[in-house]
Each structure stands twice: as C-alpha cells, then as structure tokens.
C-alpha cells in the first residue's frame, strides 16, 4: 500500500504509510519504523520551537559573549521561569472517580483510595514539573504513565510518571484540527537506558544491543537527541562514557487498523498475560451478551475483528535488524501514552512555542546593560590615568594599583596637574540607566504572565466565599489559558490510571495500600494477579457471582469496567480554584445540616489521615460516620460515670442549688470509695 510522500525540499520517495503486518520479516518491519521515523523528525525540523530550542537553552543558561570585560552574570529569567512552573504545578491527586451504575460505585471508591497511594508513591507532581519545565524552556513537555518492575524488571511492579522533553516524542500524522500527539497515527517514544538496565529487560536480546557509541546518527534531530541524553546524564562535558554505556531504546505505538479477514481466529499476545486476547475473523459467530439470563450468539463485523483494538507497540532499538517485541500494546487504555504539556499553544503551531523565546531579546538587552553598568562602575573606581610627560621629565612613572594598601607615590609638582582621569564625565551611570532595566524585567514578567500566577498566590491565602467571583478578576486570560490547557492534559492522564489500576495491580498490592477491609469483594476471583471483574453484572445470579468462568473475554470486561467508571475531578492546576469553591460549598452545606459526612468534607480541606468510613455512597458514608460518633459519645458517657465526671451535679453545683464550677484552680485528683464498696478515681474542681 505505497503513497507518494514530497517533502519541502522537492524530494520524491515512495514509501509506505501503513504498518506491515507482523508475519512481514523483521528486516521489512524495522525498515518501515526506520522510515516513519524520519518523517517524523521531518515534522519536528519543521516546528519553530525546535529551531529556536539552541538559542532558547544559551538564553535560559545565560551563556552569551560580548564585548564587555564585567564579568557579572544576572539570570533574573530563571527565577521567574522556576516561579511559573512551581506555582501552575501545585498538585494534590491525580484523579477522582465515580460511577453511575450502582454495581460499580464500590470499584470506583477502591480505584480513588489506590490512586492516591499511587500519587504518593510516584511522585507525581514533581514529575508534572519536569514536563512543565521542558514546556516553558523548550516548547513542549510530556508525561508518560507506564508500569514497570523495579531492579531492572525483577522487582515489584510501579506505575511511573516519565517526564519527556520535545525531541523524545516522534508523531507521524498528527491531525492538523487537534495537533495532539495523541490523536496521531503512531508516535515513538525514546528512552536512554544503561545498558545493563536494557540487557535485564531484554534478557533475549544481549547479544544484539548496541551502546550508542557503536551508532552513527545520520540526521539532525537524531544527532541533537543524542547531545541533549548525554547533556541530561553527564554535563556539559563530551565523555565516553555515556555512549558506552547507554542503549537507545525506542517505544513505536501504532494505530494499526488491520483487520482479521484469515477465516480463522487468531490469538494475539502471550497467553496468561493481561493483553492477551484473541481476535474473531469477519462473520465469526461470537458471544453477544446475555438476554433473559440467557447468552446469545451473534455475526462478528469489522468493529470485532480488528487485530489491535488498542494499540499495537513495537520496541526497537537502533542499530538491530530485528524488532525486541511486535505486538498488541501492553496497557489496555488504548491510548497514545505521551500526554503532552503546552503553556503557549497557537492554531497554527503544530508544536508549542517557548516562553523563553519571547523573552529572549529583553533578557538579553537587561544583560547586555547590566554588565556595561557593571564595567562603567568598576572603571570609574579605579579609571585609566593620563599623566604629563613633560612635567616628569618623561615616561618615568611605574604602573601601580591604586587599591593596593600603603601605595605611595612621590613626584614634583602638585599631583593633579600630573596625573588625570581619561574617562569622560559623561560616562558615568545615572538613574535613567537604573530605571530602563526596571522597565526591562517589567516586560519579562508580563511576556511570562507572572502578574496573574501571583494574583493565583494571593488568591490561595486570601479566598472567601462571598468574595470568590471578585477575586477571580484579576487573574489575567494567560493564566487561565494555561489552567485549561493544564486540566485537560491531567484528565488524559487520570482517564490511563483508571484502566492502569485494575490491570497491573493484584489483590496482594491493593492491599498494600488500602488494606484489607477497602478491598471490594468483586477483586476475589478467578484471576488473583488482576483486579479486573471476573465476571459482568449480567451474567450474577440472584445477585451472586456465578461458579463457572466468565463469558466475556478479559478484554471485553476491562472496556465494560472503564466505560462504567467515570472521571468527576482532575488537579485545578493554577491553586486549585475550582476546588477552593468546592470546599466552601462543602463547608456551607455542612453548617445548614446537610447528609454529608466530615469524611468526604476533610479530605477536600487538605486532610488527608482523617480515616475512612465504609459506604458507597455520600448518605451511606454520612450514615455510618454518624453511627460512630453515636456510638463514641454512648462510650464516653459511660466511661465517664464510671469516673466520676458524669450525672446531673450533686448538691450546690447542679439541680440541687448553688453555683457551678468556677474552675479557677487547676483540678486534682481523689481517690472515693473503698470500705464496702469499690474504690474509684474522681477529679475535684474550683
């Protein structure tokens, strides 16, 4: 299936857009990842951002040269770059879900309760950060949620949040109405790994692993990716050691849209896995569902028969004649992994533009001034000297410097008509000059938006109900602009956990983070090394889980369980404004007596350990809290007649007459009883 490809400089190759089938030999397969790679990178070369993203790096790190001897370095950029991207990636979660079908509001509560412990575990702010950071400084940022195992593959199993840089992710066909990576026809994923990382993953393959030292780079962007690896692990400084240690890993995922047309069905991943399934050819007669309690067959039709209902993933590694794996892809959200990050998107950008290429000609201008102020006022400290020759009777006068201690200088004459400063008056530093970089960094911080991220701070310490429509005034369109763009990326990201959770942890690793009374009965079934349903709410009896296995395939289940569990919240990125009106209509509701309990309302507030109450839902939460502290305040009152310190007052302090405690005086402990009767502590008060 060839297609006629002209790129911009007026070359013409035939090639093939689409991916050849995996019984295609591995030389053609790795060919074709080779090509689509180039037409990749093409796309890249083509985007601003990557032609401004050397300057953009010498402005952002200060290098710069000129003609000045100062050597002052000023990087007022960076402060308020770090500012920028510490304020819009404050963070408290991932996600929250919930679910419309009763049957699955338990699961939807379990998934919230592990993805904070995932949340914890995997750092994930600080991995948002990265991607922001690689966004602001260099156009674009990505975040890549993957499961991996510890000790090179051997360990316990994690879901990580990779953060990417612009020329880690390769798109091809990226719909010019989105410019989302994720809607594009494949997209390949580069990684950097030691080789000794590489050889335990890819145990079958050491043999063949190449180190990039052994790899010549035979375009542009290849070539930069590599420079901006070795300048990410090892420095400024060329070593060797980084090519000899390190393997270029390469993660293809691909929209294959091949479809079954063999006649006979064909099983695709390996068999016990979680992407394992098996793919019905066109006109198949496959399990329908079940009406009447009954199941029923129907025809397969293309929709049925595609070989990668999600994605399919192939892993390389440059350098190899032979793919590492070709296959469907490992995680089932069918997604294109890379979420990607912009802060300063355009229509027509396929790529985000820098913040600090906006900036780049103040920041350079306040430099360049800075440090001739800095040269004018050193000079004037100890300016050139000009001296008469014919008053000293010739060039007899020593070089000296006049900020050594104990310089004395003897001549004839008065020593002003023989020595004179050379440097004009007019070169001096004035107000004006003060006043001009004032001016300058103003306009770096309005072309960064840092006026509005500070009225999002002072908005965090200073929110009040009445006063929340008005506080949000001044926050400027840039700083909401971004909130959006933000939010959304997030969303993406908390849509994959939610297929992530149920399909690489088990029961054992749930546990771990919940325990054991959070864990729904649903987990306990057939298949203990997934938390996926073992059968579908249609297929119970009399509301028990059936003894024979499930009809549903894996995959047909996981889909079921990810359409029925839905995304209500996602981090508010800019300080949490939505949420900050979420907790003053928690807290008013609460006062008026509405059915919610303290342990839906506190976590809102930021506490975290308060403890969980079972339900399902709100009311049943708010139920069960209120049993407790029923039961809690019975507890105490007994306790505290059994003390002592209960009942309605004796004579003189309560029903009886005369005044009540005073409690002026610190209260002290006595011991009553104990001739006849039991002895018991009491608490004498003022």
Known sequence: MGTVIVNRHRETKTTSWQ????????????????????????????????????????IFNAIFRDKTKSTLVSNGLKYDIRKFVETISEVR???????????????????????????????????????????????RGYLWPNCSADNYGYGERRINFRALGPLDVVPVQIPPLTNDVQDAYMTTIYVYMPIAEA??????????????????????????????????????QPSRNFGDLYCEIRFSFIRDISLNTSGAEMPMGDPGTSWFYKVPYIGQDIFGGIRGGQPFMRKAVAENCRIYPFLREIISSRGMTTPMYDGPQFDQHGCMPEVQYDVDDWAWEGMGRSLVGDVGSIETTKRKIERQVDQVITTTLNPPMGYDRTSTGGPKIENFDIFEQNVRAGMDGEPSKVFQSLLPETVQVKAEHFK?????????????????????????????????????????????????????????????????????????????????????????????????????????????????????AQIERIRRLGKNIRLISVPSTLLRITQRDEQLKLMTLKKQGAPIGWCDILPKLGIENYGDVKGNTVRERWMAETVQELEFKAKLALAMQQMGLGGEGGEGQGKGGGRPNSNKKSPKQFQKGGAGGEPRTGIKTS
């Open 93 to 139: 979660e991932i996600g929250t879900y919930s679910s419309d079908a009763p049957q699955f509001k338990p699961f939807a509560e379990m998934i919230n309760k592990v993805a904070k412990g995932v949340y914890l575990e995997s750092a994930f702010p600080r991995s948002i950060r990265k991607a922001l950071q690689f966004s602001t400084v260099m156009g």
């Open 19 to 58: 991916a050849p089938p995996f019984t295609a030999s591995p030389e053609e397969r790795m060919g074709w990842i080779e090509e689509q790679i180039q037409e990749g990178e093409a796309w890249l070369e083509g985007q601003q951002a990557y032609k401004d993203l050397p300057q953009n790096l010498k």
């Open 436 to 552: 001009f970089l004032e001016m300058l960094a103003a306009m770096r911080k309005e072309q960064l938006g840092i006026n509005d991220l500070g009225n999002l701070a002072n908005l965090k310490m200073n929110l009040s109900g009445d006063s929340l429509d008005k506080a949000l005034e001044p926050i400027g369109p840039i700083a909401k602009g971004i909130a959006a763009g933000m939010e959304a990326a997030n969303a993406k990201v908390a849509y994959m956990l939610k297929f992530m959770i149920p399909q690489w942890f088990d029961t054992k690793r749930v546990i771990e983070y919940i325990g054991p009374d959070n864990v729904t009965q649903e987990v306990f079934d057939f298949d203990p090394a997934s938390l996926v349903p073992s059968h579908m709410p249609d297929e119970y009896v009399n509301g028990q889980v059936p003894s024979s296995p499930s009809q549903y």
């Open 199 to 236: 050889h335990g993953r890819f145990p079958l393959f050491q043999s063949s692993l190449v180190p990039m030292s052994a790899i010549s780079y035979d375009s542009r962007v290849a070539a930069r990716r590599a420079d901006s690896a070795e300048l990410l692990h090892y420095g400024d």
